[in-house]
């Protein structure tokens, strides 16, 4: 088997999750697939073979396997790559992604390593793509609301209803009235506005209704 090979097979058994094969390749491969072999296991989810190569691998390597692996919400995998592509401020990179992504496992992973980041940028990927439950996550870190009538009126445009049910308790309705008319003027965009709001406020009476329990009720007694 000639070098060319030699380093195909074992990128091939990283991508395939054969930890045992991949260690036996690993010295005598060169680095350039080394480092391909730990982002093929990272995407796919290989987080033994992960282990075994990560130490190995140069730094731009970590990075973009942290990056294949948020996207493919790999979260065991993003948990072994945290520690080697540290913050390096508040804006981190792989927070947005998983935001983007959706990909909510590694979202929780990449708050508990950052949780001073600036979480305006994801909550906005996250409430425009549709990604609710990353939305829920997010609203917990980015409160008070940069901007709230913009993002409101973004995910309004883009019809995201389960993100926007969660937006409407943070955000001032009158202003994101007053963004809309003044940076989306249209009777279809205002009606399109009015119809969210009175379904949120029915959609939150009969949650409060069917939720009520008198404490002091007690039925009357026969006489």
């Known amino acids: 088997m000639d070098r060319e090979q030699y380093n195909s097979e074992f990128v091939n058994a990283a991508a395939e999750g054969n930890a045992s094969l991949v260690a036996h390749y690993l010295r005598a491969v060169d680095q350039s697939s080394v480092d391909n072999a730990l982002i093929q296991a990272a995407e796919k989810g290989h987080v033994d073979c992960v282990q075994k190569l990560i130490r190995l691998t140069t730094n731009a390597a970590q990075w973009l396997a942290l990056q294949k692996a948020i996207v493919t919400n790999e979260h065991e995998c993003v948990k072994e790559l945290i520690p080697f592509c540290p913050p390096s401020g508040p804006e981190w990179r792989p927070l947005n992604l998983a935001a983007a992504a959706g990909s909510v496992e590694c979202l929780t992973l990449l708050i508990e390593a950052q949780p001073m980041s600036n979480m305006q940028i994801p909550l906005r990927a996250a409430a425009v793509l549709g990604h609710a439950k990353c939305v829920k996550l997010l609203l917990s870190y980015a409160l008070p ?45 205002e009606q399109h506005l009015q119809s969210v709001i009175a379904q949120w406020q029915r959609d939150t009476l009969t949650a409060a209704l069917t939720d009520y329990t008198p404490s002091s009720f007690s039925p009357p007694r026969k006489i």
Request: aromatic share 4%; net charge negative.
């Open 145 to 189: 609301l940069a901007d709230g009538a913009k993002l409101f009126v973004d995910t309004l445009l883009e019809n995201k209803i389960e993100c926007l049910n969660l937006l409407i308790p943070h955000c001032d309705l009158q202003e994101c009235h007053a963004y809309l008319l003044q940076n989306h003027p249209g009777t279809e965009n």
